[in-house]
């Protein structure tokens, strides 16, 4: 268990209340949507607090969202890389690059009407004037990886290698591995064995590389699409060993998020609840207790795995899949649901009874005459205390650009 982070007594004393993570600004990848990125204050982290779980059914956007935080992270700077680790071979390539060609025409726009609006990402390597934007979306392509896997042990070898690429890329200097930490730490005459000053080809190696010594690090992108389908598995065959895989994981990832500054996004499919769609003429109740008499410990495991974080929203049956384990591994947790859209699309929603009635609160199959909203909210959050923020969003015509809805 890695021990508490030490503040000096002078900060204990003029911040009283303890809250040190809200007053270091963190580095944050955003969704390109005011109202997603309001509910995440700024976007989801790198380093530490870099491990998120977006969590939803299909047809809600959590990987469009994905999508597009995969071109910010793009797009905010030249030397950013991507992997990819595609756990079920749906990974769609065109609507990444439908998804970076939109922003790219966003930007060109923005810093033709107004050149201090795209200042978040400045840094993007541009064509020069006068030349086609088509090629820029395949030299951002190009900065991704994309790894397919069909078990948990190609799941952990890819990660491993992304890990490793990481640290063939990224200087070593600038973030020292909690074995480096040790080391540091330990009692050794001042400069032994650790010169004070970089050698003289090092400091012309970051020249000729433009870099400054405030210059941040290259960040690095990892989205794992998705979770479940490898560890669901795996918790079904085994309850307790699945969830011990799942728990050590994820402590890997954010190890690796924090040694190589490093953003990883989890995508986790989630499922309308047990208790919301109890069979005609039997309380949900029942249906449990005849589960556990028939189908035995499989089905309990089953029931278990269900169990997970509420929806801020009374309405929203919809739960997070993988269970608690899950919640408890993880920096943050997001759930991306689709819902009525207001008070009138409500009534008419969720005015029958049962699934024929439109409880079907999450993934949503849409009605004649009812408006949806997709909305994103923070279920779980370790570093900043965004639990209950949210945002409401629709996905415009095209399918691939996201627009945010004002709260009423």
Known sequence: MTAARPHLASAILDNPSGSFGHSVKKRKVCTNCIALDDALVGGFSYGDGGVTCLSGDTGTGKTLIAYHVLASHLLSSANNLATIIDTTGSFDVLRLNDVIRLRLRNRHSSVIQNPRAAISEKKAPSPPDGET???EPAHLLDKISITPVFDFTGLRDAVREFSEKLTQTQDPRASPTEDEDEDLSTDSPAGAHRPTTPQPHTQ???RARGEGKDAPRPAALLLIDNLTSII???IRAHYAGGHDILTTFIRSLRHLART???CVLLLNSASPSASAFPAPGTSAT???TSNRAAGGGREVGRT??????????????SVPLLGAALAAAVDVHVLVSKLPRSERDARMYYGGNGAEGGVRAGG???REGIAFVRVLEVLLDREEGREGRWGAFVVERDGVGIEGVERI
């Open 260 to 262: 190589h500054n490093a």
């Open 364 to 366: 949503g199959g849409a």
């Open 133 to 135: 934007h088509d090629n």
């Open 232 to 234: 669901q598995p795996l």
């Open 304 to 317: 278990m795995e269900m169990q997970s974080l509420p929806s801020i929203f009374a309405s929203n049956q």
């Open 204 to 206: 012309a190696h970051d």
């Open 286 to 288: 029942g249906t449990a």
